[in-house]
């Protein structure tokens, strides 16, 4: 026996979810039947309204409420610096540290070492589009610092080996709060190579 | 800065519930942006069914597409046996395995020991209301073999001590496939003095 069809194709749509699995889906499914009716109205509309009220910007490719987004029309940035992010999440990331003032361009991924021939995901083209802007003087490349992130940092920097803006990336080491005794000896051996002076 | 006001509405929405925290709120809402306009709709077609096409069994109190609902008027079931179980999932689970073809009532919960002066969410006037039919021999109380389990077991053969209605209980032992040095000194317990005989 199953449930009646209408909480089955809840449970099954919502165990589509990525780390749902089907005790997960029955356990929301229940969660939202004892909830008020425009409780689960505004999830619904909320979902709905993901792709009727999102959009991509063109010039940076970030998901935003209007192309192009209110970070590329924004006449307070830094127009010198371009910092290059996997995701549309990483950006929001880097604004909440409230650091940085310049632009940004979302890739829309990493380039994985194991499928390097297939790139079309990628912006790559909106990119270089971007990088035609001359007051563009610097590059900042933020991955994630693991395998795919590394590889997509060299693709970049192979890629614009001949242009003349310059191509940094994110500094390696200890992170904040870190324990020293914990830290892999990757993270140390970044931390040793690039220490800095303090007197 | 936060995400543009479709994609935080949808975060937000999304991370009420159960066991969602904001950032697995955002792994989902990104994962439904990458999907087509389509799915989304069907998962929020869902959602707005389970209020629109499920309801309450006036009788046995299970969530079920129609009152009463195909059990309590299925003519082939065991009209002696009355099985009370405290979630709709718990009848499923006794359903799937094939052995049960009496009936079932849904308690819709159980009684915490902190809280037993609340019973109001109980269904407890709609189970009394199903034991005046006469044929019914045997009450069967299927709870979870918890603290909370125990004291609604208990509740109700106090409650229905003076009827002359057989009460049972599932039987509590060793669980298929376990292993006896990993088993907790409860089950052990029960399984020694709930032993049968073989031979």
């Known amino acids: 026996m199953k449930y009646p069809p209408a909480l089955q194709m809840a449970i099954d749509r919502l165990s589509r979810l990525p780390t749902v699995g089907p005790k997960t889906a029955e356990r929301f499914a229940f969660y939202l039947l004892r909830r008020p009716a425009n409780e689960i109205q505004d999830l619904a509309t909320a979902l709905l309204d993901l792709h009727q009220n999102l959009t991509h910007c063109q010039r940076c490719c970030a998901i935003a409420a209007a ?27 880097l604004e909440n540290s409230g650091q940085y003032q310049g632009r940004y361009h979302i890739l829309n991924g990493t380039i994985s070492a194991i499928q390097a021939d297939n790139l079309d995901h990628l912006t790559i083209k909106q990119l270089l589009q971007q990088l035609r802007r001359p007051e563009i003087k610097e590059l900042i490349l933020a991955f994630n610092p693991d395998v795919e992130g590394e590889t997509t940092a060299l693709y970049l920097a192979k890629l614009l080996s001949t242009s003349n803006i310059s191509i940094t990336r994110l500094a390696r080491g200890l992170p904040a709060g870190a324990s020293l005794d914990y830290a892999d000896p990757m993270t140390l051996s970044h931390a040793l190579h690039n220490r800095s002076r303090i007197k």
């Open 67 to 93: 192309n192009p987004c209110s970070l590329c029309t924004d006449a307070t940035r830094n127009t010198a610096l371009l910092c290059v992010v996997a995701e549309t999440k990483d950006m929001i990331a």
